[in-house]
């Protein structure tokens, strides 16, 4: 049993029903996660740490079989131009390695979140619990509800 992690804290006082899955923390792709567990790769969601024009950051999760497209994106959520963190300014500002940053796991931060909007052909996926190495599968209407999500066209197929 993985170790009680904020994620799972905020799940269960939101009484979302969850199962943890760990794996082993050198994997840090959501495709390594989706092999290891032998899951479709559109079902492991990744989380990207992306900058506003105003360097203000947002949280977007992809499929782990998709890319992120910038453009798209920026478009979507009505910003002139969005990029990427780097890993180090990534993990500066979330407090948590990249290949474990969770929407979970920094809701208390309030950063606007978004996830791609494949996410709806799905019931549940895959995401960071906050920890490499650790993930929690639930519903898609639960992940979006708590992290209030929203869903747009930002991920190239």
């Given at each position: ?34 092999d ?41 959520i ?22 474990g940053?969770?929407?979970?796991a ?52």
């Amino acid at each position: 049993m993985a170790e009680k992690l904020n994620s799972m804290r905020l799940l269960e006082q939101q009484k979302v029903t969850y199962v943890a899955r760990e794996f082993p923390d050198s994997i840090h792709s959501a495709d390594g996660v989706a092999d290891y567990f032998e899951l479709s790769h559109k079902m492991v969601y990744k989380t990207l740490v992306v900058l506003t024009s105003a360097k203000k950051p947002c949280l977007v999760m992809v499929a782990g079989n998709h890319a992120l497209n910038l453009k798209a994106l920026a478009k979507a959520i009505g910003q002139k131009k969005v990029h990427m963190a780097a890993h180090k300014e990534a993990e500066r500002l979330t407090g948590l390695q990249t290949g474990g940053i969770s929407a979970l796991a920094l809701s208390h931060k309030n950063y606007s979140v978004y996830i791609d909007e494949s996410v709806l052909q799905l019931e549940r996926v895959l995401v960071s619990a906050g920890k490499r190495g650790v993930n929690v599968e639930l519903t898609v209407t639960d992940l979006m509800k708590i992290t209030k999500a929203k869903a747009v066209a930002c991920a190239d197929r």
